[in-house]
């Protein structure tokens, strides 16, 4: 654990000038064209001859098309990383192949899909001053907020919707957080993001409601205008636009929620996610999953940085059970506990948690006191 070493991404929005984004926008579509040609060559070897080509077969050939002239993406080592791309597509597609699963045979990229080029070593076509200088583009203006901790191996260079980013990959030492001896249990649900077993509700976002109106909005837009139409093409991109402005805020909250949650304690317990299966099933379900997933994540992720751990429990009957162990038969709509056995009374939400926690203490138990309330900045984050 001391010695081991992370990986960790900093995304800082760059914004290049008007000729810059044509030349971004051409580094793209050429890594777009680099990859679908590389993917037609590696089919036709299949279908035709039933070889398959290996990355270095295809590498092999970059430095001659490159001398024709034949392809305008600056950095050597970029076109590398877009074959070795490739060759990990075919690489899955063989492994379920094999292993007899479903498998289709991987499919051509369109260009307005294509919105990532990556630099696979630091210093080779991509260097960071106080701008940013990429090859083939120049220097872009990068807004750092906050300051890159270790050291830089990897950058990609990312559209999102109409916005640039640049996703450096760096590799830094786990930094252990003091000890707080406290642990805690938490409940992802509905009604609150989460809860935890010290009573503590965090609401989801205080914005969620109005964001999904205006998607919904935006949404109509699009199924309102023509296919193919230069307004339909704005509406989409608007549409987009809005969906990466609330993943964004969404990131922004679980991270803060997060980095509090491993600082206040040393041992969190959760719910194992795929096994929640429908327990908590209504319509608006994936969206949660997807957002409860990606905190986890986080969790995961931070608690391993900060020499803490992270405990996931199976969490079958944490809703239906009391804290005495009695069972307490309750369908969704019923959001009071109260234990008929021992008289115990709570919002269903806190039981859960508290079952989850000790589920989770059950292995690790004697050494944590059980948390009392404590602050959390990110409960009112707005
Ligand atoms: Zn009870």
Redesign the pocket.
């Known amino acids: 654990m001391a010695d081991s070493i992370i990986r960790r991404t900093y995304k800082f929005r760059i914004y290049p000038s008007k000729a810059q984004t044509l030349d971004l926008q051409q580094q793209l579509a050429e890594g777009c064209r680099l990859y679908n040609a590389a993917l037609r060559e590696r089919k036709d070897a299949y279908r035709l001859n039933r070889v398959s080509l290996n990355y270095y077969t295809q590498a092999n050939q970059l430095k001659d098309i490159r001398a024709n002239g034949d392809l305008a993406l600056a950095n050597f080592s970029c076109c590398q990383d877009i074959l070795r791309r490739v060759d990990k597509t075919f690489k899955a597609f063989f492994r379920r192949v094999k292993a007899g699963q479903k498998a289709g045979f991987p499919r051509f990229r369109s260009i307005r899909r294509f919105d990532t080029i990556t630099f696979p070593s630091y210093g080779d076509g991509i260097k960071l001053t106080d701008k940013l200088r990429i090859q083939g583009v120049g220097l872009v203006k990068v807004k750092l907020h906050r300051p890159i901790d270790g050291k830089i191996k990897t950058v990609s260079i990312k559209r999102e919707g109409s916005k640039w980013y640049a996703c450096f990959s760096v590799e830094t030492k786990p930094e252990p957080l003091p000890r707080t001896d406290q642990a805690i249990g938490i409940d992802v649900g509905i009604e609150s993001f989460a809860t935890l077993s010290d009573g503590t509700h965090i609401d989801n976002w205080k914005y969620y409601e109005s964001e999904q109106k205006r998607l919904r909005v935006a949404q109509r837009r699009v199924t309102r205008r023509k296919k193919g139409s230069n307004r339909r093409r704005k509406a989409v991109a608007q549409l987009r636009n809005i969906h990466q402005k609330i993943f964004n805020r969404r990131n922004d909250f679980q991270h803060k929620l997060s980095t509090d949650l491993v600082r206040n304690y040393d041992l969190i317990a959760v719910e194992k996610l795929n096994i929640l299966g429908m327990s908590k099933g209504i319509l608006s379900k994936q969206i949660h999953d997807a957002s409860w997933s990606s905190f986890f994540q986080k969790l995961r992720f931070k608690a391993e940085c900060a020499g803490k751990q992270l405990i996931e429990v199976d969490p079958r009957g944490t809703s239906q059970r ?5 069972t ?1 038969k309750k369908d969704l709509s019923v959001r009071w506990h109260h ?1 008929f ?4 009374q709570n919002h269903r939400d806190i039981v859960s948690a508290q079952n989850i926690l000790s589920l989770g203490l059950s292995d690790n138990g004697s050494k944590y006191q059980v948390a009392d309330r404590l602050p959390l900045e990110a409960v009112c984050f707005s």
């Open positions: 009391c804290t005495c162990g009695v307490v234990c056995s021992c008289g115990y």
